[in-house]
């Protein structure tokens, strides 16, 4: 049987960005919402709802990078010397809010407030340039044979600036219906209210995004409103709006806790989906196809022995690690 | 490229991946560590070892997470500043590095959790077996990336596609290649007596300050036993490593030994200064014979020069000579210590022995020291490539201008310095406090809760009886 291996491999990869975008997406959430509270006790409980996880949903990030790298080097190559600097300054911000999982707890009371300062500004930075780095994809990178012909600058544009506070925004969403999700009593409802405002910036950056997306890519215009893809695109706002009323009900709703969340789950899925859509059948927007841009079967055939049993059995191990920290998160614990 | 840009970002490079290696050769000691700890506790029901345990878990955690961001700065800094080498090189190293996620970092990451937070969740046993699954994680993780970097030394198993691609042909070899298990036992003996002499000199250091300290002597003891073994497994592992490096990339082993002509016998040069700009090595002590000897085990065989060698394909030889005998001095120390503790304790003077605990304590940081050393040699030996023979340095480079590099290099070193540094502060800070007081009962009393530690067992700490609770 003669499979399509770079479809195969290009579905994956997609998957295992999503999986990142989604569980990085609370963990860094929960850091762009620190300043929405002063009390000490309610940050270290936010920190120590993703505490026993985070490590696990950043590692989503390396198979997105390394994937890449293994699959389909030829993007890999072009797309991170074009994203130079958005990727270099997640990678910072990254670091910064990595860090502060031990260090706040290491540092002294009144030296606390640097590391939840880092907390903050490093996941608020790493969502900004994951957001630009989208952005400036879509827009189309310069390319010349095998690689990137830009200047180190060419990631600047409104377009990218404005898919990057939109991430910011989604990431403030899942973080804050995740923690209505994993807290109670008082923090649980200064988490809905924070997560009202989270719920309208970001429906508004869907709505700029989407209207700005064809004058950005008329092809993707085209593209949306022929057939087959009309029968996607005409769902998509619909499922937006349906959703968005979903979430705005379950973030009021006292009795409800995780409905809020998978809702907002479902809405990056949605909204993943239509992106997916229009960038297909590319890996780097508008220059070259995941045919184009695969390692040779050899090498994707190899990988995929593999990815076939360990991607279930990861999941099925990262399933149990959620299991074990399930339920409400409460003061009083982890090992700190 | 111009050739300010590749400096640029090979000095990046060898930062960032400098910087970063010390963490994983700190903390696949350090798991293993832990889980012999846990096991012993588990075994005894001794709680100085949970005691143990859990004041190197923080450490491991602090470690741990430096590892980890460090990490996923190189993950992503293989296409960023070498665009070139990762697209010819990705059909072959990339699903190597891809196996290191899938089996090695997932694993890892996915039971961190469970083993600095869940033992009050899973219970005794299944938190043994998360210990064990991030020790065995972090391993793995040596074992492929291991591979890729002896890949880049010695390439084979592969061809050459018309975009100038190596293509993968036998992933046996590819994955064992011909320096790859000399260097991957090299690099895990070196992390193991990298984390015990950071171990022995936790322990030395308590002992300098109460030498009935438990917990310290513990550590004293299962460190030096460590280093009595590893170290002289670890020099035959070396040798077998550059008899194999002088087989596949004999113009590094020139380098090492500072021998610009080739010569038959050859003498060991001890010290010296390698010139590259007069092809000699100046103000240089020899031993006759004994180059030939080490390498060819033969009284008078025949030992490669540089010059026989196109001079542009020459590395460094003034780092290279220095680093490795940075990294072999430090060696012979290693073995120093290890014989002294034998005496130490044929003397049953182990604890008391003011001397080689002092002497272990300035050597607490050695072991990073000759892993660096190593490092540096067997990757500036490489150069001028970055696939040996293969692929110059210089053609491997992204098409990224200089000033976006300079930018990037200078926020790495501030940054590096500044959040890691406070790190090691914070780990440092928690090995200065004592293994014995506070946490825990005493000796002898049954533990009751897995983790749970009671309140009434601070109050006596010091007297070591039976609270009776």
């Known amino acids: 049987m003669v499979l399509d291996y770079p479809l195969i491999w290009g579905f994956l990869i997609a998957v295992a960005i999503f999986i990142y975008v989604v569980l990085d997406g609370f963990d860094l959430g929960i850091g762009i919402l620190y300043p929405t509270t002063k009390d000490d006790e309610e940050r270290t409980l936010m920190m120590n709802t993703v505490a026993p996880v985070w490590d696990g949903n950043e590692t989503w990030l390396i198979l997105g990078g390394g994937g890449l790298f293994a699959v389909f080097p030829l993007a890999y190559s072009v797309i991170m010397p074009a ?52 952005g400036a994809l879509i827009e189309g990178i310069t390319v010349e044979d095998r690689a990137y012909a830009g200047g180190w600058f060419d990631w600047l544009s409104p377009f990218s600036i404005a898919t990057g506070l939109a991430l ?62 009309i029968y996607y695109t005409v769902p998509v706002p619909v499922l937006v709006a349906a959703l968005a009323f979903v979430i705005w009900q379950g973030i009021n709703n006292p009795i409800s806790h995780a409905r809020a969340f998978v809702s907002t789950l479902l809405l990056f899925l949605v909204t993943y989906i239509g992106l997916g859509i229009s960038i297909y059948p590319d890996v780097v927007p508008h220059r070259f196809s995941i045919w184009e841009a695969a390692a040779p079967d050899s090498s994707l ?21 959620y299991w074990v920290f399930r339920g409400k998160v409460r003061s009083g614990e982890g090992y700190h | 490229m111009d050739s300010l840009a590749v400096d640029l970002a090979r000095f990046q ?88 996620v899938l089996t090695a970092f997932f694993l890892e990451a996915g039971f961190l959790g469970i083993m600095l937070f869940g033992l009050n969740r899973v219970g005794k046993h299944l938190h043994f077996m998360a210990t064990l699954i ?39 070899e590819i994955i064992f290649n011909p320096s790859f298990p000399y260097r991957l036992v090299h690099m895990l003996l070196a992390a193991y007596l990298t984390t015990a002499f950071v171990i022995g000199a936790v322990g030395a250091y308590h ?90 085990h033969t009284l008078d065989g025949e030992v490669p020069g540089l010059k026989s060698f196109p001079r542009e394909d020459w590395p460094n030889a003034t780092i290279v000579f220095i680093s490795f005998r940075v990294m072999v001095g430090i060696g012979f120390l290693m073995l120093l210590v290890a014989l002294w503790s034998v005496y130490e304790r044929y003397r049953d003077n182990l604890y008391d022995a003011k001397g080689l605990q002092r002497a272990v304590l300035i050597m607490g940081p050695s072991g990073f020291v000759a892993v660096l050393a190593g490092w540096i040699t067997t990757e500036v030996g490489r150069q001028p490539f970055t696939v040996y023979g293969l692929l110059r340095t210089a053609d491997s480079v992204s098409p990224v201008d200089a000033p976006a590099v300079a930018t990037s290099l200078a926020v ?25 007081v506070g946490e825990g009962p005493e000796e002898g009393i049954p533990t009751r809760t897995a983790g749970i ?17």
């Not at chain 1, 022995?305 to 999941?315: C, D, E």
């Not at chain 2, 010390?22 to 949970?50: C, H, N, Q, R």
């Not at chain 2, 009671?454 to 609770?469: C, T």
Request: proline letters at 5%; a neutral charge; hydrophobic letters at 55%.
């Open chain 1, 83 to 134: 994203l130079y600097m958005p990727i270099i300054m997640m990678l910072i911000g990254l670091i910064f809010r990595g860090v502060a999982f031990e260090y706040r707890f290491k540092a002294s009371a009144e030296r606390r407030y640097i590391w939840d300062f880092s907390f903050f500004a490093g996941s608020v930075l790493a969502a900004l340039s994951q957001g630009i780095a989208l």
């Open chain 2, 207 to 296: 002992l300098l300050k109460d030498y009935a300290n438990r917990g310290a002597q513990i550590m004293f003891s299962m460190a030096l036993w460590l280093i009595l073994f590893v170290t002289p497994i670890q020099m035959f592992a070396g040798d077998l490593h550059g008899l194999n490096t002088l087989e596949h990339q004999p113009a590094k082993i020139a380098a090492m030994e500072g021998h610009f002509e080739n010569q038959a016998p050859a003498p060991l040069i001890l010290f010296g200064w390698p010139d590259m700009e007069k092809g000699e090595t100046l103000y240089k002590i020899e031993v006759p014979y004994l180059s030939s000897i080490i390498l060819t």
């Open chain 2, 412 to 436: 790495f070193i501030i940054v590096y310095f500044a959040v890691f540094g406070v790190g090691v502060f914070y780990i440092l800070r928690a090995m200065g406090q004592s293994p014995d």
């Open chain 2, 13 to 100: 490079f060898a930062f960032t991946v400098s910087f970063h290696i010390i963490f994983p050769a700190f903390s696949i000691g350090l798991a293993s560590y832990l889980a012999v700890l846990e096991g012993m506790w588990l075994w005894t029901g001794k709680d100085v070892y949970i005691r143990l345990f859990k004041f190197w878990l923080k450490i491991f955690a602090v470690a741990f997470g430096m590892g980890v961001v460090s990490g996923i700065v190189l993950t992503y800094q293989f296409g960023t500043n070498w665009s070139v080498f990762s697209d010819k090189t990705g059909p072959v190293l990339g699903p190597v590095i891809g196996y290191e």
């Open chain 1, 301 to 321: 055939k190899f990988l995929l022995v593999g990815a076939v049993v360990l991607i279930p059995l990861i999941l099925a191990y990262t399933a149990y690690s």
């Open chain 2, 134 to 172: 991030v020790a065995f994680g972090t391993a793995l993780s040596a074992f492929w990336i291991l591979s890729v970097n002896s890949w880049m030394q010695t390439p084979v198993g592969f061809s050459m596609n018309e975009a100038g691609q190596f293509i993968p042909e036998d992933w046996w």
């Open chain 1, 168 to 229: 910011i925004s989604g990431y403030a969403l899942l973080g804050s219906t995740w923690l209505i999700m994993k807290l109670e009593g008082k923090p649980q409802q200064h988490f809905r209210r924070v997560a009202r405002p989270c719920a309208l910036i970001l429906l508004g950056f869907i709505v700029l995004v989407s209207v700005w997306m064809p004058f950005i890519d008329p092809d993707a215009m085209k593209l949306y409103f022929t057939a087959p893809f």
């Open chain 2, 453 to 469: 530690t009671p309140v009434q067992a601070l109050q006596n700490q010091s007297g070591g009886e039976n609270d009776g609770s």
